[in-house]
T-cell receptor
Framework: LAKTTQPISMDSYEGQEVNITCSHN???????ITWYQQFPSQGPRFIIQ???TKVTNEVASLFIPADRKSSTLSLPRVSLSDTAVYYC????????????FGTGTLLAVQP | GAVVSQHPSRVICKSGTSVKIECRSL??????MFWYRQFPKQSLMLMAT?????????EQGVEKDKFLINHASLTLSTLTVTSAHPEDSSFYIC?????????????FGQGTRLTVV
């Protein structure tokens, strides 16, 4: 299982764009990269998933370079409600594949 | 989207008693569900993989006789914390992916806060 490395914490202000980078040097060929968001006392919530290049949805963008050894979650114009822990995970998408969580990044958005 | 529901969301029990936590996939079938434990200000730690119709697979260091897992149907897995002690107080979370669908995200329950007094 690929190990991921993220910054422990980040600070930002409302309205700014936030980029959280994750390193996954040992990612396997059939692994996907998935980001989850977790608020205190709640289960993680899916944000975005990608395999290569760029993926965008209504809440975030995910940038993956050609070597796939890292990825960057981009949150446009954050608000106070985006304060949460963000986890980067890698693994193949089979239903039986277990997800191993790393430390995550605590994003603190200030007014 | 797919929903995973846990019950109860909070439970307080006396030391030495057992507590059962349910995890249901509400609108999809899951042959496999996963149980995590999370202590304050820490990440999720995978405890075990629950397999429908067969024995659960436990991660290293997790006592299978203490954390009993039953996955009796394609939509329900239960975790029973037996003879609970204060050190078992934690946030327990389950997750599941839809059976037969590849490359889909895992869905997580809302978690169960267990407090052992």
């Amino acid at each position: 299982l690929a190990k991921t490395t993220q910054p422990i914490s980040m600070d930002s202000y409302e309205g700014q764009e936030v980029n959280i980078t994750c390193s996954h040097n040992n990612i396997a060929t059939n692994d996907y990269i998935t980001w989850y968001q977790q608020f205190p006392s709640q289960g993680p919530r899916f944000i975005i998933q990608g395999y290569k290049t760029k993926v965008t949805n209504e809440v975030a963008s995910l940038f993956i370079p050609a070597d796939r050894k890292s990825s960057t979650l981009s949150l446009p114009r954050v608000s106070l409600s985006d304060t949460a822990v963000y986890y980067c995970l890698v693994g193949h998408g089979g239903a039986t594949n277990k997800l191993i969580f790393g430390t995550g990044t605590l994003l603190a958005v200030q007014p | 989207g797919a929903v995973v529901s846990q019950h109860p969301s909070r439970v307080i029990c006396k030391s030495g008693t057992s507590v059962k936590i349910e995890c249901r996939s509400l609108d999809f079938q899951a042959t496999t569900m996963f149980w995590y434990r999370q202590f304050p200000k820490q990440s999720l730690m995978l405890m075990a993989t629950s397999n429908e119709g067969s024995k659960a697979t436990y991660e290293q260091g997790v006592e299978k006789d203490k954390f009993l897992i039953n996955h009796a149907s394609l939509t329900l897995s239960t975790l029973t914390v037996t003879s609970a002690h204060p050190e078992d107080s934690s946030f327990y979370i389950c997750s599941a992916r839809e059976k037969g669908v590849f490359d889909t995200e895992a869905f997580f329950g809302q978690g169960t806060r267990l407090t052992v007094v």
